[in-house]
């Protein structure tokens, strides 16, 4: 396995098992709140804070976090103060930002819009050792708070007036929520790039919803499928000569169909196992009309 | 006795629209009170004002004794919210359900075994512990309303406050839900709780508030009429055609 010996390569790997496992882990939380698309969103936050990062030659991983969890923080509070406009405040945070960053890059000295499409679609072979330090900080955090917090977390999301009665922090979790995905946008913006950040969000998650039957489970699986597609995205990449993001945002697809299929046979299987002992409960009906006249005979 | 909640003189909108116009509601300890009124006079409003979800514009509100904006101790409530039939699509089994109820008193920490056994003795209560692995979507209306009981009772609450627990469940499961109500009144538990039907539910139910556009008719006895209408068996098509569009409720007041 040649592509293991590279430094570039293992760096390209580590990140993308590392997205794998992060953007579903918040994502699912996203998809049971029903805010699927909001780190799309975000992603389009994101890109002043690469712009940034060139204008000012900082890093642009860690401007695009500082920007990114800003405006998730600003989404959060549109969510709960402007619930009338909100839609529409959220429309220019999104195009504000992503007009912001073009904007910016073109302003810096050595900034060029080819340097932005490496953030926009992904570019999992420049990754820079500095970048692998910033991505597994961030990706850290990230498990540590969906897996940490599963149980609070779950409830917020499935219920949130619930969960105020029983005193849990709601603002708080649900703050800490946004700014999760936010930080899980600029993990991912290297891999698959800030377009496509959302699907590695969403599909795995809507793959798992097809079969499991718990929380945990889809949880669980959610994330396999996110590590399995990330990898095997990146390997593919590598040997194919062919774009990263897209390949793994296929393959994620291609996983959802997949399962979709086997999702039919599979609940087929568990009903006659869960009638296993084959009793039937046909009431036997006292013939209440001569059997001529059942067409049927 | 003490007072475990206190409401008085309550008004509330929503939107622009007068929910609630001076509400007076009290509740004391181990009494048992039952909200009715028709379709839109506010119940669930004043059930949600009760724990904080609907800001009160005027009037004041205290829980065992406390102002709302100042009471903290939320783990003394059990909530059973009305029931809506919004599903996210992401999977969760009645247990896992039922154990978020259970956050009231572990918060940000770890479940202990105490914890994990309440959800399964509240998971009994409703007789919903055969189908705790299932997931909650493949319930019916009236199981998915039993598991939200459960969820309230897993708390181990000095106070239940529920929306409409007997909707769309059926009268023998009524029967068992009551059963578990008396058990728990009798353990010293507050009831305030929506009802449209007393049904089974009747002979516990020490008082009735009675809400018509957002302001309290009654307060006192359950109006004897309503035990009629909800004997088993009693036939709700009433012969009136020309007040087949009013709820059969509002006449008795
Ligand atoms: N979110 C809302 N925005 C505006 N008006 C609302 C809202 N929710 C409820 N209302 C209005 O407030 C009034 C009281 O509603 P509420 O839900 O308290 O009634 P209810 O007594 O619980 O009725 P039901 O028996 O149908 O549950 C209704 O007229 C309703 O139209
Ligand atoms: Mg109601």
Redesign the pocket.
């Known amino acids: 396995m040649e592509l293991f010996s590279y430094a570039f390569m293992q760096r390209a790997l580590i990140a993308a098992v590392l997205v794998g496992i992060t953007a579903p882990a918040i994502g699912i939380y996203l998809v049971q709140r029903r805010q699927s698309l909001m780190g799309d969103g975000i992603g389009h936050v994101a890109l002043t804070g690469v712009g940034l990062g060139f204008l000012l030659s900082a890093n642009p991983v860690w401007m695009a976090t500082a920007v990114a969890v800003a405006g998730a923080v600003v989404m959060e509070l549109i969510r709960w103060y402007g619930r009338t406009r909100g839609d529409i405040a959220l429309a220019m945070l999104f195009y504000g930002g992503m007009a912001a960053g073009v904007l910016f890059t073109s302003l810096a000295p050595n900034g060029s819009n080819a340097n932005l499409l490496t953030y926009l679609f992904g570019s999992i072979t420049t990754v820079s050792p500095q970048d692998i330090t910033a991505i597994c900080l961030l990706a850290g955090f990230v498990v540590l708070v969906t897996v940490g917090l599963r149980r609070q977390l779950f409830a917020v999301s499935q219920d949130e007036e619930f969960a105020q009665v029983t005193g849990l922090p709601v603002r708080l979790l649900n703050l800490l929520v946004a700014v999760t995905a936010a930080v899980t946008v600029t993990v991912a913006m290297r891999v698959v790039g800030l377009l496509l950040v959302s699907a590695l969000m969403v599909i795995p998650v809507a793959a798992s919803q097809q079969i499991a039957r718990s929380f945990a489970t889809a949880f669980a699986l959610s994330v396999v499928i996110g590590v399995v597609v990330a990898f095997s995205g990146t390997v593919t990449s590598y040997y194919a000569d062919v774009p990263s993001g897209a390949t793994i945002v296929l393959l994620a697809i291609g996983v959802f169909v997949t399962l979709t299929l086997l999702a039919a046979p599979l609940a087929k299987k568990r009903a006659r196992r869960a009638a296993g002992d084959g009793t039937r409960c046909t009431l036997e009906v006292p013939a209440a009309r001569p059997t001529e006249d059942d067409v049927r005979v | 006795m003490d007072t475990v909640i206190s409401m008085r003189g309550a008004t509330a909108t929503?939107?622009?629209?007068p929910?609630?116009r001076g509400v007076d509601l009290t509740v004391r300890r181990g009494e048992v009170v039952a909200l009715l009124?028709?379709?839109?006079?506010?119940?669930?409003?004043?059930?949600?004002a009760v724990v904080g979800q609907v800001p009160l514009t005027s009037g004041g509100l205290e829980l065992f004794g406390t102002p709302l904006n100042r009471f903290r101790d939320w783990a003394r409530i059990g909530y059973v919210p009305?029931r809506t039939t919004a599903a996210s699509g992401v999977p969760a089994t009645v247990r896992e359900v039922v154990s978020a109820g259970r956050l009231a008193r572990t918060k940000l920490g770890l479940p202990r075994k105490a914890d994990r056994r309440a959800v399964e003795h509240a998971l009994e209560l409703v007789g919903m512990a055969d189908r705790a692995a299932d997931p909650v979507e493949a319930l019916s209306g009236g199981q998915h309303q039993r598991v939200l009981i459960a969820r309230a009772l897993s708390v181990e609450p000095e106070l239940l406050i529920m929306?409409?627990p007997m909707a769309g469940v059926d009268l023998a499961s009524q029967e068992v839900l009551a059963g578990t109500l008396r058990e728990q009144v009798s353990l010293g538990t507050t009831v305030l709780l929506?009802l449209?039907e007393l049904g089974p539910l009747e002979p516990l139910i020490d008082r009735a508030v009675v809400?018509r556009d957002?302001c309290v008719v009654h307060d006192g006895p359950p109006p004897k009429a309503q035990g009629q209408h909800a004997l088993p068996g009693h036939d709700h098509v009433h012969p009136h055609a020309g007040h087949a569009a009013e709820p059969i409720r509002t006449g008795l007041f």
Request: zero cysteines; charged letters at 20%; glycine letters at 20%.
């Open positions: 929503l939107g622009s629209r929910v609630l009124g028709a379709n839109g006079s506010g119940k669930s409003t004043a059930i949600r009305q929306d409409e929506v449209h809400l957002g």
